[in-house]
Protein backbone atom coordinates (compact mmCIF):
# COMPACT_ATOMS: atom_id res chain seq x y z
CA UNK A 1 0.00 0.00 0.00
CA UNK A 2 1.57 3.40 -0.98
CA UNK A 3 1.98 5.42 2.13
CA UNK A 4 0.48 8.76 1.62
CA UNK A 5 0.94 12.43 3.96
CA UNK A 6 -1.61 15.20 3.93
CA UNK A 7 -0.21 18.47 4.23
CA UNK A 8 -2.47 21.19 5.60
CA UNK A 9 -2.43 25.15 5.48
CA UNK A 10 -3.35 26.60 8.71
CA UNK A 11 -4.63 29.95 8.32
CA UNK A 12 -8.10 30.63 6.64
CA UNK A 13 -7.91 26.28 6.34
CA UNK A 14 -7.85 24.82 9.08
CA UNK A 15 -8.96 27.97 10.95
CA UNK A 16 -12.36 29.49 10.79
CA UNK A 17 -10.55 33.14 10.54
CA UNK A 18 -6.68 34.21 9.48
CA UNK A 19 -4.64 34.40 12.81
CA UNK A 20 -2.90 37.48 11.84
CA UNK A 21 -5.72 40.13 11.27
CA UNK A 22 -6.74 38.36 14.94
CA UNK A 23 -4.17 38.91 17.00
CA UNK A 24 -3.97 42.55 15.39
CA UNK A 25 -6.96 43.05 17.02
CA UNK A 26 -5.21 43.39 19.77
CA UNK A 27 -3.84 46.94 18.51
CA UNK A 28 -6.57 48.13 16.92
CA UNK A 29 -5.05 47.88 13.26
CA UNK A 30 -6.79 44.62 12.13
CA UNK A 31 -8.11 46.00 9.03
CA UNK A 32 -4.42 47.04 8.30
CA UNK A 33 -3.38 43.32 8.90
CA UNK A 34 -5.75 41.80 7.01
CA UNK A 35 -5.28 43.68 3.86
CA UNK A 36 -1.60 42.99 4.30
CA UNK A 37 -2.25 39.25 4.66
CA UNK A 38 -4.75 39.45 1.84
CA UNK A 39 -2.52 41.18 -0.51
CA UNK A 40 0.37 38.43 0.54
CA UNK A 41 -2.16 35.71 -0.09
CA UNK A 42 -2.31 37.17 -3.55
CA UNK A 43 0.68 37.16 -4.65
CA UNK A 44 1.19 40.80 -4.88
CA UNK A 45 3.47 40.88 -1.88
CA UNK A 46 6.42 38.27 -1.27
CA UNK A 47 5.49 35.42 1.93
CA UNK A 48 9.31 36.83 3.19
CA UNK A 49 8.45 40.61 2.85
CA UNK A 50 5.27 40.35 4.38
CA UNK A 51 6.13 38.30 7.14
CA UNK A 52 9.05 40.32 8.17
CA UNK A 53 6.42 43.46 8.69
CA UNK A 54 4.28 41.42 10.12
CA UNK A 55 6.07 40.11 13.06
CA UNK A 56 7.85 43.37 13.32
CA UNK A 57 4.06 44.97 13.68
CA UNK A 58 2.39 42.28 15.83
CA UNK A 59 5.66 41.52 17.73
CA UNK A 60 4.51 44.00 20.16
CA UNK A 61 1.58 41.69 21.39
CA UNK A 62 2.92 39.95 24.56
CA UNK A 63 3.00 36.01 23.60
CA UNK A 64 0.32 34.51 26.61
CA UNK A 65 -2.53 36.98 24.66
CA UNK A 66 -1.11 35.87 21.52
CA UNK A 67 -1.41 32.10 22.87
CA UNK A 68 -5.02 33.25 24.14
CA UNK A 69 -6.01 34.25 21.21
CA UNK A 70 -5.09 31.94 18.86
CA UNK A 71 -6.56 29.10 21.21
CA UNK A 72 -9.97 30.65 20.88
CA UNK A 73 -9.61 30.40 17.38
CA UNK A 74 -12.42 27.91 16.47
CA UNK A 75 -11.07 24.89 13.86
CA UNK A 76 -13.31 23.41 11.11
CA UNK A 77 -14.42 20.20 12.94
CA UNK A 78 -14.50 17.71 9.87
CA UNK A 79 -10.81 18.62 9.02
CA UNK A 80 -9.90 18.09 12.29
CA UNK A 81 -11.07 15.00 12.23
CA UNK A 82 -9.82 13.57 9.72
CA UNK A 83 -6.52 14.72 11.02
CA UNK A 84 -6.94 13.00 14.12
CA UNK A 85 -8.36 9.81 12.67
CA UNK A 86 -4.72 9.28 11.11
CA UNK A 87 -2.01 11.66 13.02
CA UNK A 88 1.25 10.15 11.52
CA UNK A 89 0.13 11.39 8.11
CA UNK A 90 -0.70 14.56 8.62
CA UNK A 91 0.79 17.54 9.01
CA UNK A 92 0.41 21.08 9.32
CA UNK A 93 2.44 23.25 6.88
CA UNK A 94 2.20 27.11 8.02
CA UNK A 95 4.41 30.18 7.71
CA UNK A 96 3.38 30.99 10.85
CA UNK A 97 5.32 31.20 13.57
CA UNK A 98 6.25 28.70 16.20
CA UNK A 99 6.26 30.39 18.99
CA UNK A 100 2.55 31.76 17.83
CA UNK A 101 0.83 28.05 16.49
CA UNK A 102 2.91 25.51 18.20
CA UNK A 103 -0.10 24.78 21.02
CA UNK A 104 -2.69 24.81 18.17
CA UNK A 105 -0.55 22.21 16.50
CA UNK A 106 -0.13 20.24 19.28
CA UNK A 107 -3.83 20.39 20.16
CA UNK A 108 -4.87 18.70 16.93
CA UNK A 109 -2.04 16.23 17.70
CA UNK A 110 -0.24 15.79 14.34
CA UNK A 111 3.37 17.00 13.18
CA UNK A 112 3.82 20.40 12.10
CA UNK A 113 6.52 22.59 10.43
CA UNK A 114 6.42 26.21 10.50
CA UNK A 115 8.18 29.47 10.32
CA UNK A 116 10.80 29.56 13.39
CA UNK A 117 11.18 32.53 15.99
CA UNK A 118 12.74 33.82 19.41
CA UNK A 119 11.04 36.33 21.70
CA UNK A 120 13.39 37.66 24.39
CA UNK A 121 12.39 40.89 26.43
CA UNK A 122 9.23 41.31 24.39
CA UNK A 123 11.30 41.21 20.85
CA UNK A 124 10.34 38.65 18.61
CA UNK A 125 13.08 38.12 16.32
CA UNK A 126 12.83 35.78 12.82
CA UNK A 127 15.08 32.61 12.66
CA UNK A 128 13.66 30.87 9.95
CA UNK A 129 10.97 31.38 7.14
CA UNK A 130 9.46 28.05 6.24
CA UNK A 131 9.31 27.57 2.56
CA UNK A 132 6.83 25.20 2.05
CA UNK A 133 8.19 22.96 -0.78
CA UNK A 134 10.64 22.28 1.51
CA UNK A 135 8.37 20.93 3.80
CA UNK A 136 7.21 18.67 1.44
CA UNK A 137 10.28 17.23 0.55
CA UNK A 138 10.98 16.83 3.94
CA UNK A 139 8.23 14.43 4.39
CA UNK A 140 9.30 12.20 1.59
CA UNK A 141 12.38 11.59 2.88
CA UNK A 142 10.28 10.00 6.24
CA UNK A 143 9.03 7.06 3.76
CA UNK A 144 5.90 8.76 2.56
CA UNK A 145 5.29 7.76 -1.36
CA UNK A 146 2.76 10.07 -2.11
CA UNK A 147 1.78 14.08 -0.71
CA UNK A 148 -1.60 15.54 -0.95
CA UNK A 149 -1.65 18.94 -0.13
CA UNK A 150 -4.04 21.44 0.97
CA UNK A 151 -4.41 25.12 1.14
CA UNK A 152 -5.77 28.44 -0.15
CA UNK A 153 -2.59 31.18 -0.91
CA UNK A 154 -0.45 32.06 -3.26
CA UNK A 155 2.19 31.08 -0.52
CA UNK A 156 0.86 27.45 -0.79
CA UNK A 157 1.65 27.08 -4.44
CA UNK A 158 5.58 25.94 -3.78
CA UNK A 159 3.65 23.40 -1.71
CA UNK A 160 1.39 22.35 -4.22
CA UNK A 161 3.94 22.32 -6.77
CA UNK A 162 5.89 19.87 -4.80
CA UNK A 163 3.04 17.15 -3.77
CA UNK A 164 1.88 14.42 -6.20
CA UNK A 165 -1.70 16.15 -5.83
CA UNK A 166 -2.88 19.79 -4.58
CA UNK A 167 -6.30 21.06 -3.84
CA UNK A 168 -7.31 24.74 -3.78
CA UNK A 169 -9.23 24.72 -0.36
CA UNK A 170 -12.18 27.80 0.16
CA UNK A 171 -13.49 27.13 3.59
CA UNK A 172 -13.05 30.73 4.93
CA UNK A 173 -12.44 32.65 2.02
CA UNK A 174 -12.23 31.92 -1.85
CA UNK A 175 -8.68 30.23 -2.91
CA UNK A 176 -6.46 32.65 -4.57
CA UNK A 177 -6.36 32.40 -8.11
CA UNK A 178 -2.46 31.32 -7.82
CA UNK A 179 -3.46 28.65 -5.93
CA UNK A 180 -6.55 27.75 -8.29
CA UNK A 181 -4.23 27.22 -11.18
CA UNK A 182 -1.50 25.04 -8.94
CA UNK A 183 -4.32 22.90 -8.08
CA UNK A 184 -5.81 19.49 -9.12
CA UNK A 185 -8.87 19.96 -7.42
CA UNK A 186 -10.73 22.96 -5.77
CA UNK A 187 -13.27 22.77 -2.94
CA UNK A 188 -15.30 25.04 -1.06
CA UNK A 189 -16.36 23.19 2.67
CA UNK A 190 -14.76 21.22 4.93
CA UNK A 191 -17.36 18.36 4.71
CA UNK A 192 -16.81 18.07 0.62
CA UNK A 193 -12.59 17.89 1.46
CA UNK A 194 -12.65 14.99 4.12
CA UNK A 195 -15.16 13.33 1.46
CA UNK A 196 -12.53 13.72 -1.63
CA UNK A 197 -9.19 13.17 0.41
CA UNK A 198 -10.87 9.96 1.62
CA UNK A 199 -11.08 8.79 -1.78
CA UNK A 200 -7.69 9.67 -3.21
Known amino acids: MT?????????????????????????????EIATLTRITMEGLLTFEESL???????????????????N?????????AFIQSRPDQCFIVTGNLDIWVSQVIERIG????????????????LRHILDKGDA???IRNRGFERVIAIGDGSNDVPMFN???TAIAFGGTHSPT??????SNF???????????????
Do not use: W
Not at 60 to 68: G, N, S
Open 52 to 70: RLRVAILGQVPLQTVHAIV
Open 136 to 138: VRN
Open 177 to 182: PAAIAE
Open 186 to 200: VVHDGDTLCKLLNTL
Open 3 to 31: RTAYCFDLDGTLTSVEILPCIAAELGISE
Open 110 to 125: CGGFTSLATARNGVIS
Open 162 to 164: AAD
Open 72 to 80: DIQLDPRIT
